[in-house]
């Protein structure tokens, strides 16, 4: 599997968890799980990765997976938080 197609998956699995980042307190314990949660399923990914793909280890796509993980908690936080918006002014 190729560095693209690893953090394009990373991207969707860390996505949700973003969401749920976002409506957990700011530090609290869902916050901490939100974002540590999706880490085990990307290193057991990586692993799986290295097994059945024979991939070796390497610090860019490291920084790849980095990247992709936090772009999308940022990403899905935004999004959140927009849609939170949104139903404040339909309310009112």
Do not use: C
Request: glycine share 4%.
């Amino acid at each position: 599997m190729d560095n693209l197609t690893f953090a394009i998956i990373v991207f969707f699995l860390a996505f949700p968890f973003g969401f749920w980042r976002a409506k957990s307190p700011f530090k609290s314990h869902e916050w901490m799980l939100a974002i540590h949660v999706p880490v085990v399923f990307i290193i057991l990914l990586r692993i799986y990765n290295k097994v059945h793909f024979h991939t070796g280890f390497s610090w860019a796509s490291v920084l790849y997976n980095l990247t992709t993980f936090m772009l999308a908690q940022y990403l899905a936080g935004i999004i959140y938080k927009a849609f939170k918006k949104n139903e404040a002014n339909k309310s009112k």
